[in-house]
Every structure is written in C-alpha cells, then in structure tokens.
C-alpha cells in the first residue's frame, strides 16, 4: 500500500533551473526520507528529514517537512542533465509494524 | 556508510520453477529487513516486513505461501519466489534498518527477475 502522493509526476526542465517536487502523505511519520533512481537501477538514499525538523540542505538539494499539512517538498538547483531521474519520497510510518511507505515518484527530465 | 548486498542480482527462470533471492547486510546488524517489488515506471511496493527469528509480516494483498521470507540472521534475509509465473517477473528490493542508525533504511542494489 502507499500512503503519499508526489506531484508532479513529471517534470521537464531546462539545465540550470531549479526542480521542486512535493510529496503528501496521510498519517503520523517518524521521519521522511528521499530517495533518486536511475532507470533499471538501485535506489540512492538523498536527505532524511526527522518529524521534529523543517529543512535540512545537501549540497544543492534542500528538504522542508511540514507536519502539520503533512508534506515535503525536495529543491533541486541549478539542475544537471545527471539529475534526470526518477525521485521518491519514502515516510517511516509511526506504526506497530514500524514499516516505510513510498510514494508514486516523479520523473524528472532535465534537458541540456 | 552501510552496505546491503543483494544475490542474484538477475535471475531468469522457467514458469513453475522457485527462486531464492538473498540480501545481506556487510557491515550492520539488521534487526528488520523489508522486501519490495517494483514494476517498470512504477514506485516501490511494500511487500512484507522481516524481523530476525520471527515470521515475516506480510501486506494486504501479498500471498504469504507464494512469496516466502526468511530472517534467520541479523545479517541475512532471504526471499523465495515459490512457482514463478511470468507475472511475478519484477525488480525485487530488499532493504534493511537497524535502530542505531536512526531508522535510516539502506537498500541493496535489487534483484531483476524474469520469468520465462
């Protein structure tokens, strides 16, 4: 089961712009992750963001978490052809179960 | 950093047959492993939560008796694909958390599965 949605979707854009992709989910979190994957290939952790914190910055990604709209949203500047990609978020669900969710994804084109 | 390792990293196989799929944490005791099974330009989907020594907790949905999940050690988890059919062909991720890291999961690189 999934419990988020990301929008967009997709997301085309020229090289050097700025990319945002938004993530909602439904229920309590312990922490919300990113995660990038290239086509065919394995997932490559990004940022964790813990339920108690509103922004982290890595590099030339920033993440803000929202727990009260229950939403995040990964920045990407100054974007890169090698960013193209497909970017999940993932939220460590406060449940006896203790497990992670991933939502839809977006696939980002960034365009040289 | 932690490192999960996952065997075979492709497999291809006859309808009908069982495929074992391993994943292995290097470096970390893992006391849950998760596994979860992709489709093309699709997300992930949970398909069940291991701890080690106990029976695996499956998702709505997920057949227990096909898709069988072992955690016999804190560092090895092993997934069997029982009488593959060509719709359980899919890319199968296992990940794998321990509590001092702070829950931060880390993913083996994924298994393809084809079945012919």
């Known amino acids: 089961s999934q419990q988020g949605e990301e929008d967009p979707q997709a997301l085309s854009i020229q090289e050097g712009e700025n990319a945002t992709m938004n993530c909602s989910y439904k229920t309590s979190i312990n922490n919300l992750q990113w995660y990038r994957q290239n086509s065919g290939r394995g997932l490559v952790h990004l940022i964790l963001i813990r339920s108690n914190e509103r922004e982290k910055h890595s590099g030339r990604l920033r993440v803000t978490l929202d727990t009260s709209k229950k939403s995040s949203s990964l920045l990407i500047t100054a974007s890169r052809a090698a960013d193209t990609a497909s970017y999940f978020c993932a939220t460590h669900m406060k449940t006896s179960y203790d497990k992670v969710i991933f939502g839809p994804g977006t696939s980002l084109s960034v365009i040289p | 950093g932690a490192v999960v390792s996952q065997h075979p990293s492709w497999v291809i196989c006859k309808s009908g047959t069982s495929v074992k799929i391993e994943c292995r944490s290097l470096d970390f005791q893992a006391t849950t492993m998760f596994w979860y099974r992709q489709f093309p330009k699709q997300s992930l989907m949970l398909m069940a939560t291991s701890n080690e020594g106990s029976k695996a907790t499956y998702e709505q949905g997920v057949e227990k008796d096909k898709f069988l999940i072992n955690h016999a050690s804190l560092t090895l988890s092993t997934l069997t694909v029982t009488s593959a059919h060509p719709e359980d062909s899919s890319f199968y991720i296992c990940?794998?958390?321990?509590?001092?890291?702070?829950?931060?999961?880390?993913f083996g690189p994924g298994t393809r599965l084809t079945v012919l």
């Open positions: 990940s794998a958390r321990t509590d001092w890291v702070g829950n931060e999961q880390f």
